[in-house]
């Protein structure tokens, strides 16, 4: 499984973004997605959501287990 980092930084880099731009359409900062891209273990939700749209992504939570 690819962690966030390296499928958000791959998929800006095949649609062929810089961050700033990535970052300008999901109106977070610059210092936000390099962060994100960095894998930096606490990110705000509110604003990963935008920049995961930008990308075509989207976050997914699952139960785990049985209950």
Do not use: C, N, W, Y
């Amino acid at each position: 499984m690819e962690s966030l980092a390296e499928l958000s930084r791959q998929r800006r880099k095949a649609l062929r973004l810089t961050q700033a731009e990535v970052a300008e359409l999901a109106g977070v900062s610059e210092r936000f997605v390099r962060l994100v891209e960095a894998g930096k273990p606490t990110i705000r939700l509110d604003k990963l959501q935008p920049l995961l749209e930008v990308l075509g992504l989207r976050l997914r939570v699952e139960l785990r287990g049985g209950a």
